[in-house]
């Protein structure tokens, strides 16, 4: 049953990405975001005040809590969903692999945590397949594409502030439950996503009324099915099994988003694609042997 579990989760986040870029072409990104996070913070209330019932929050912390906030949700969020509607799912989804590598060089460089030859011979071809999926080889052939590029490098900057996120939320989850972390989390999101999306609604009021039953399916996919079961499921999953063994299903998630994105949206696969590809595969594989403390990503926040 964890197993299953966690095959679940992997599968709803796996779909997320495909059902995140169609419902994009309905609502404004901030807008899209501030509904997704103030619905999830709806839901996870009963929760968080369960929780704060046995553990309460020190207003000592509460600066570093929304800094947590600020970086896994609004920073995050807002680059990927931009970026998401600039690029294809099939680069995002490799993409976002890169969040690994980032947390293995990052937790060297700020945290001293020690490195090995491989890591570093995983990091480095990470990054390679990072330019070539950014396109930066094709600036040099003279069929560079600006706003695919820009999208791409929206992906990678989500990825990099969710790992500074991640890593400044360690403390945080060694004294509180990750539900008291997260629940704070998206609330920060609502806060911070509330002028932009009021920003979006000013510019343009008529978007509501072109929403349809679609966009409001894949609103609650993200937010029921994505930000609150897949959550539940991983965390249950991830208790009964070890971190190792939750991380084998990490590989599930690229895959589907792929696969779908392919089907259902005609998205073309690349030979500059599948050769980035390899080489992030490679970079994931090398950069986290004997590091199974950053194989634990809690992506219940991440898309």
Known sequence: MPYLALLIAHIIWGINTVVAKITLQEFPPMSLAFLRFTLATIFLIPFFLAETKKVKINSKDIPKLTLIGILIITLNIAFFFEGLT???????????????????????????????????AGILFGFLG????????????????????????????????????????????????????????????????????????????LWIQKVTMLGV??????????????????????????VSQANLFNYIMPFISIALAVIILNEKITTPLIFGSILIFAGVYLGTLAKEAHHKIHKFHRY
Do not use: D, H
């Not at 099939?90 to 030859?117: H, N, R």
């Not at 990825?159 to 989390?185: C, D, E, N």
């Open 86 to 120: 600039k690029t294809s799912v099939v680069s995002a989804s490799v993409l976002t692999l890169t969040v690994p590598i980032f947390s293995v060089l990052l937790g060297w460089l700020f945290l001293k945590e020690k490195i090995y030859t491989a890591n570093l």
């Open 130 to 205: 990072a330019l070539v999926i950014l396109n930066i080889p094709l600036l040099f052939l003279g069929t560079f594409s600006p706003e695919e590029a820009t999208g791409n490098l929206l992906i990678v900057l989500a990825s990099l502030v969710w790992v500074i996120g991640s890593i400044v939320s360690r403390q945080m989850l060694q004294k509180y439950p990750s539900m008291i972390v997260t629940s704070f989390a998206f609330l920060v999101g609502v806060v911070t996503f509330l002028l932009p999306a009021a920003k979006e609604y000013l510019t343009n009021p």
């Open 217 to 242: 399916f894949g609103l609650f996919y993200m937010t029921l099915l994505s930000s609150i079961s897949a959550y539940f499921l991983f965390e249950w999953g991830l208790a009964k099994t070890s």
